[in-house]
C-alpha cells in the first residue's frame, strides 16, 4: 500500500502546477496529504481539497482518482463526524477553518503562475481584503517593499543637503512621504526626520532675510516722512507689522517706534485743530482751548510755527479775555451801591461850606460865620 501510494504520489508531483513561487513547499503539503489519506481519511480538510484542485493537475486515472477521492472525503467529512450510534444526523454547519497565511501565499502563487489572470475587478477585490486586513491590526499605511530601492536612492541624495543644511522643504516632504509608503511610517529622529527639521529652519531663516528686505524698503520711502512730520496712521502700523514679522517683535527706540510715535504726536494734533478752527473763526476760542492746541503743537514739531494756528487761537484767546475784564470791571463800577450813597450823603467840603452846613453822621450842623468865632475868642 506504501509503494503504491509512493508511486502515485511522484505521479502528481511530476503534475504539479509549477508556480515559481519560493515561499510555499507544495511537495511536503502532498506528502502530508497521503498520510491522511492512508492513516486518518477523516483528517482531510475541505481546504487540503482546494489547495490540491488548484495547484495540481492530474496525469493518469488513478491520480485523478486520488484527487477525486480526497476531495469527496473533504465534503463528506462533516456528515461522517456528525454520525452517531449507527444513525445520520443532520450536521451543523461549522465555518471551515482556514489559515489566512495559507491562503496570502496560494494567493501569490496563483499570481506568479497566472498573471493575466490578474483583472482590475480582481486587483480591487484584493485592495479591499488588504484594507480590512490594516484596520484589523490597527495600521492604515500598509508598508510597500518595492519601494526600498527607490527610498534608498533618495536618503543618498537628501543626506549631503541635509548636514550642508541646505534640503528644501520640497525635498523633505518628498522623502517623508516615499518612507511613510515605503515602510508604513517613518522612523522616529531618522534621516527624514532630520531633513523635515533642518529644511524648517530654513525656511524661516529665508522668510526672515525676505521680511527684514522688505522692511527696509518701507523704512527707506518712510524715513523722509517722519523727518517732515507727514507720515500716517496706517503708514506707520505697516511698518510695525512688517518688523514683527522680521523679528518676532518691535524694536524700541527705532525707526519704526519713531514712525508711530510721530503719527500718533500728529494725529492728536489734526484732530484739535478740526475742533478748534470753527471757534478761532468766530472768535470764540477759549485760553484753554488754545493752550491745549499750542502743547499738542510743542509736542508734535518741538516748537510752535509763528502765525500758525495756535499762536492765532492764543492771540484771539487773550483778547477775547482782555475785552471780558474790561466790560467786567465797567459794570461793576457802574452797579456799586458805596458810589451811589456817597455822592447822595456825602457832599464836598466847598459844597458843604457854600451851603452853611457840616454833615457828620446823618446830621446836618450849621457853621458859625468867621468873624462871630473871632468877637468871641476877643471878649474871653
Keep these: 500500500m506504501a509503494s503504491t501510494s509512493n508511486r502515485h504520489h511522484s505521479k502528481l508531483v511530476q503534475g504539479h502546477k509549477s508556480t515559481g513561487s519560493p515561499k510555499v513547499d507544495f511537495h511536503s503539503f502532498f506528502q502530508e496529504v497521503l498520510e491522511k489519506l492512508q492513516k486518518n481519511p477523516l483528517a482531510i480538510t475541505a481546504e487540503d481539497a482546494r489547495r490540491l484542485h488548484e495547484h495540481f493537475d492530474a496525469t493518469d486515472e488513478r491520480s485523478a482518482k486520488i484527487i477525486s477521492a480526497i476531495e469527496a472525503l473533504a465534503l463528506a467529512q462533516p456528515d461522517i463526524m456528525a454520525t452517531s450510534n449507527g444513525k445520520i444526523e443532520a450536521a451543523a454547519p461549522s465555518p471551515p477553518k482556514v489559515c489566512l497565511l495559507t491562503l496570502v501565499n496560494d494567493l501569490a502563487a496563483t499570481v506568479d503562475a497566472n498573471p493575466d489572470g490578474v483583472s482590475p475587478e480582481v486587483l480591487e477585490s484584493t485592495q479591499r481584503v488588504v484594507s480590512k486586513m490594516q484596520k484589523a491590526i490597527g495600521h492604515t499605511n500598509a508598508p510597500h517593499p518595492e519601494l526600498e530601492g527607490e527610498l534608498q536612492e533618495e536618503f543618498a541624495q537628501i543626506k549631503p543637503k541635509v548636514e550642508k543644511g541646505i534640503v528644501t522643504k520640497e525635498e523633505a516632504d ?23 527639521s533642518v529644511a524648517a529652519r530654513r525656511e524661516r531663516s529665508l522668510s526672515q532675510e525676505k521680511q527684514e528686505h522688505l522692511l527696509c524698503q518701507e523704512i527707506a520711502k518712510t524715513e523722509p516722512k517722519i523727518e517732515s512730520h507727514t507720515v500716517t496712521k496706517g503708514e506707520a502700523a505697516h511698518l510695525n507689522s512688517l518688523e514683527t514679522k522680521a523679528y518676532g517683535h518691535a524694536q524700541k527706540g527705532g525707526v519704526v517706534a519713531t514712525a508711530q510715535s510721530v503719527s500718533a504726536k500728529e494725529e492728536a494734533l489734526r484732530e484739535a485743530a478740526v475742533k478748534i478752527e470753527p471757534k478761532i473763526k468766530d472768535g470764540t476760542v477759549t485760553n484753554k482751548e488754545a493752550d491745549h492746541l499750542h502743547a499738542l503743537e510743542v509736542r508734535a514739531h518741538g516748537h510752535t510755527e509763528k502765525g500758525g494756528l495756535a499762536a492765532t487761537a492764543q492771540s484771539i484767546a487773550a483778547k477775547r479775555e482782555r475785552r471780558k475784564s474790561l466790560s467786567n470791571a465797567s459794570n461793576s463800577h457802574q ?4 458810589n451811589a450813597a456817597n455822592s447822595q450823603v456825602a457832599p464836598s467840603k466847598d459844597h458843604e461850606a457854600k451851603a452853611g452846613v457840616q454833615h457828620v453822621e446823618g446830621v446836618d450842623i450849621p457853621l458859625r460865620p468867621k468873624a462871630e468865632v473871632g468877637v468871641e475868642n476877643t471878649a474871653h
Design 174 to 196: 518628498h522623502l517623508h512621504s516615499l518612507e511613510a509608503r515605503a515602510h508604513g511610517h517613518t522612523e522616529k529622529g531618522g534621516l527624514t526626520a532630520m531633513a523635515q
Design 335 to 338: 452797579k456799586s451801591p458805596s
